[in-house]
């Protein structure tokens, strides 16, 4: 399985920052729109990606208000990326080797969506579903049954 596969059924709703905008503005949109991450961008390029681990961690540094604080102070401005050629058990390795709970989706320089941890175990839970039906399928109607056998 591959990162296209998740965008696929995800759907490609994104939601940006820019990092000069004001931390406590990206922090209301996100708690608007009930989402963990925003995309930084400027002049069309992913600069930084800003989840609420950061903006905790802003809050704390500054005794528990924003201020005036900047997005740009607060983002992670090397967030880890992946193509959508990415398999999922590389981005799986990824987001444990750097406590990663989201990460943009690139093909070159253009933006092609975020896939979250949740996304992620979403979609392998959803392929072992899958894989368990099959297999129970198979096994029900296992050749060379006859119908004496599945009586009993």
Known sequence: M????????KGGTLFTAHPDEALANAAQLMAERDIGSLVVMEHGD???MLTFREVIQAV???GGALGTTLVRTAMD??????TME???DEVRRM???RHARYMPVMDKRMLMGVISFYDVAKAVVDSQNFENKMLKAYIRDWP???EDEKAS
Do not use: F, N, Y
């Open 95 to 97: 987001m444990l080797d």
């Open 77 to 82: 401005d090397a967030p880890l990326t992946c």
């Open 2 to 9: 591959k990162v296209s596969d998740i965008l696929r059924v």
């Open 86 to 88: 990415t398999e999922m």
């Open 144 to 146: 060379g049954q006859d």
């Open 60 to 62: 704390v540094k500054h």
């Open 46 to 48: 992913l600069v930084g």
